[in-house]
């Protein structure tokens, strides 16, 4: 869309108009069928996998953050996913109308739900994330990131309230989320895993959360066949291993640059960000009834009403 600003007025406020509209209806326009799985658990590099394939030009990618409503390309949709999954209690929601703007899957809530997917997409390729072995272990990695989400944290205490609910009730619908991901998880294992796959032991159980990691590596590993699957070691494969597979080229450099680094997102600072903005509008909510009475003190304080009548009386006013 080439225009001169100055000569055509008409068409800058033709593009700042319908900017918005094509921004909220582009999902209806969008279509998608799923042809890459990303299997790994969360904190195991699936976001950066996600922007990986979406660099590579294989379409827009299906993450936790459509979910929260942080991703771009789900503008319309994103209260509706989050209801989706957090009522998906007994069997996943319509993968059809889910997915249906996306090519590619990646990382939790969905992976959760690894036999239904691979029923509905025999035929897609799965990736298999995993933490290198030398970053921290993913105990560590979670107890700095999802844990401080959930039931039993200081930020969980204080959003939980019924006065919090009755305002932002997303986060209610995030912790139903969690309980429908465990849920689904419990069944993918099956027998492989009798214990169960639990969000709340795995933040305050570092060995219960070794075990239930290994044993999901172990599923995916078991049931997708190996010409199907590849693992992936986040910190220590990349562009080389992940485009082998997906039959695509690598990347062009970057400008200055001989190679194209592989993507490194959600990092622990990055979550971080997103915790202290959720503490801030935690605390903006509780303080917000609280502003009519700051106001009247401040109005009222001893003095004050003198010097409003004081000011009333003068011309300068």
């Given at each position: 869309?080439?225009?001169?600003?100055?000569?055509?007025?008409?068409?800058?406020?033709?593009?700042?108009?319908?900017?918005?509209?094509?921004?909220?209806?582009?999902?209806?326009?969008?279509?998608?069928?799923?042809?890459?799985?990303?299997?790994?658990?969360?904190?195991?590099?699936?976001?950066?996998?996600?922007?990986?394939?979406?660099?590579?030009?294989?379409?827009?990618?299906?993450?936790?953050?459509?979910?929260?409503?942080?991703g771009i390309n789900n503008i319309a949709?994103?209260?509706?996913?989050?209801?989706?999954?957090?009522?998906?209690?007994?069997?996943?929601?319509?993968?059809?109308?889910?997915?249906?703007?996306?090519?590619?899957?990646?990382?939790?809530?969905?992976?959760?739900?690894?036999?239904?997917?691979?029923?509905?997409?025999?035929?897609?390729?799965?990736?298999?994330?995993?933490?290198?072995?030398?970053?921290?272990?993913?105990?560590?990695?979670?107890?700095?990131?999802?844990?401080?989400?959930?039931?039993?944290?200081?930020?969980?205490?204080?959003?939980?309230?019924?006065?919090?609910?009755?305002?932002?009730?997303?986060?209610?619908?995030?912790?139903?989320?969690r309980s429908s991901a465990d849920a689904?998880?419990?069944?993918?294992?099956?027998?492989?895993?009798?214990?169960?796959?639990?969000?709340?032991?795995?933040?305050?159980?570092?060995?219960?959360?070794?075990?239930?990691?290994?044993?999901?590596?172990?599923?995916?590993?078991?049931?997708?066949?190996?010409?199907?699957?590849?693992?992936?070691?986040?910190?220590?494969?990349?562009?080389?291993?992940?485009?082998?597979?997906?039959?695509?080229?690598?990347?062009?450099?970057?400008?200055?640059?001989?190679?194209?680094?592989?993507?490194?997102?959600?990092?622990?600072?990055?979550?971080?960000?997103?915790?202290?903005?959720?503490?801030?509008?935690?605390?903006?909510?509780?303080?917000?009834?609280?502003?009519?009475?700051?106001?009247?003190?401040?109005?009222?304080?001893?003095?004050?009403?003198?010097?409003?009548?004081?000011?009333?009386?003068?011309?300068?006013?």
């Amino acid at each position: 869309l080439k225009f001169d600003r100055m000569k055509d007025p008409v068409g800058v406020v033709t593009l700042v108009v319908a900017a918005p509209w094509l921004l909220a209806l582009c999902p209806f326009f969008a279509t998608g069928e799923v042809h890459v799985l990303g299997l790994g658990h969360s904190r195991t590099g699936t976001e950066s996998l996600a922007v990986a394939m979406q660099i590579l030009g294989l379409g827009p990618g299906y993450t936790w953050r459509e979910v929260i409503g942080s991703g771009i390309n789900n503008i319309a949709h994103r209260r509706h996913d989050l209801e989706a999954w957090s009522t998906a209690l007994e069997g996943p929601p319509d993968f059809d109308t889910v997915f249906a703007n996306y090519s590619t899957v990646v990382g939790p809530p969905a992976s959760m739900f690894l036999g239904d997917l691979l029923k509905k997409y025999p035929d897609a390729k799965v990736i298999l994330t995993k933490r290198s072995s030398t970053r921290p272990t993913w105990f560590a990695s979670i107890s700095y990131s999802f844990c401080l989400f959930y039931s039993g944290s200081a930020l969980d205490a204080v959003r939980s309230s019924g006065f919090f609910s009755s305002i932002i009730s997303s986060w209610s619908l995030l912790q139903d989320m969690r309980s429908s991901a465990d849920a689904a998880a419990t069944r993918s294992l099956g027998a492989r895993f009798p214990e169960g796959h639990h969000w709340d032991t795995a933040c305050n159980d570092p060995e219960y959360a070794e075990r239930v990691y290994n044993a999901w590596n172990a599923l995916v590993e078991g049931t997708v066949p190996a010409g199907q699957l590849l693992v992936f070691e986040t910190g220590k494969h990349g562009w080389k291993e992940l485009c082998a597979f997906l039959g695509v080229p690598e990347p062009t450099p970057t400008p200055g640059s001989s190679r194209r680094s592989y993507p490194w997102q959600n990092s622990r600072g990055e979550f971080g960000i997103l915790v202290r903005y959720y503490w801030a509008e935690s605390i903006m909510v509780y303080l917000l009834p609280l502003l009519p009475f700051a106001a009247l003190a401040f109005w009222y304080k001893p003095g004050k009403v003198e010097l409003w009548r004081q000011l009333g009386k003068s011309k300068e006013c």
